[in-house]
């Protein structure tokens, strides 16, 4: 498979090929990630749309200090903002414990037994078998947990890259990011719970 | 090692680090702290793997297929943008 920068070369040079590979490889992935930044699918659509043009006419301004996929994610949130996505940089970061109190006794200790996953069932240790589950439990995510969550888990952004494309701080990165797989893991855990 | 004790976190604490430890923003003698924690608390170092594979079924979520209508829409499109020229107003990146 050939790597974005060789792409990104074809491209430059005018090839519709390179074109078709990168939209193959990241029109879902953007899709998904425009879903968590605009209430809307068509809103959604158009920014990815938008971030398209401004791939192919700003082509000359990459300079690869970034990676490609970085600098298209950060094109996407900058379009959904100036479509109407909140702005959430200046909002007062909610803080406290983001695992349920009462998983714990008066004394900070766990109140009943954690019960490690990988000696359950061997189906229940396969990623593959949790993966419909977990979509289903980040669908429901508040945005900006969603959106982290969405762009370092499934995406692969380092976190710098992370707050590069959502412009907020590495703290409170790490803050929702820590919010954001609690909640996955308490939705995985009723899951487990129901068989 | 009695006010080492003392300094011992609590599951309720060592849990909340979590994130700040898989992501390296702990300090070494955060570090040491919340390591020492998981090594004697099973409870704690079961969440821990727990998040561990929430992460990496995260990682495992694929993209559905494009659909050949919408990829040919965009290639469309790219020859459109490409005949109309360099945009007013092209993204660049964050200067450091």
Not at chain 1, 54 to 60: D, H, I, Q, T
Not at chain 1, 142 to 170: F, H, K, M, W, Y
Not at chain 2, 26 to 55: G, K, T
Request: glycine fraction near 6%.
């Amino acid at each position: 498979m050939e790597t974005d920068p060789e792409l990104l070369e074809r491209l430059r040079s005018g090839d519709e090929g390179a074109f078709v590979l990168l939209v193959e490889r990241y029109e879902q992935p953007m899709l998904r990630f425009a879903r968590s930044l605009v209430p809307s699918r068509a809103v959604a659509e158009e920014a990815v749309q938008d971030t398209w043009m401004g791939v192919v006419r700003g082509l000359e301004r990459f300079e690869g200090r970034s990676s490609f996929k970085t600098w298209l994610f950060r094109i996407l949130a900058n379009r959904a903002r100036s479509a109407g996505a909140s702005e959430y940089r200046h909002l007062p970061m909610e803080s406290g414990r983001a695992v349920n109190a009462a998983s714990f006794d008066e004394s900070g200790a766990w109140a009943a037994p954690v019960e490690p996953w990988g000696e359950q069932a061997d189906a229940r240790v396969d990623a593959l078998t949790w993966a419909p589950a977990l979509k289903t439990a980040l669908d429901s995510l508040p945005e900006r947990q969603r959106q982290v969550v969405l762009l370092r888990d499934v995406e692969g952004l380092s976190n710098a890259e992370v707050c590069d494309v959502l412009d907020i701080t590495a703290g409170n990165q790490r803050i929702l990011l820590h919010r954001g797989r609690n909640r996955l893991r308490e939705a995985l855990l009723a899951v487990m719970g129901e068989d | 090692m009695r006010l080492l004790r003392q300094r011992d976190l609590q599951c309720q604490q060592a849990v909340e680090l979590v994130t700040d430890y898989l992501e390296g923003a702990l300090s070494r003698r955060q570090r040491r702290r919340f390591e020492a924690h998981m090594r004697s608390c099973p409870n704690c170092s079961a969440y821990l793997e727990q998040i561990q594979a929430v992460i990496a079924t995260s990682g495992s979520i694929t993209s559905d297929d494009l659909s050949p209508q919408a990829r040919d829409d965009l290639t469309a499109l790219y020859r459109r943008w490409r005949s109309d020229g360099p945009a007013d107003d092209p993204p660049r990146e964050r200067q450091e």
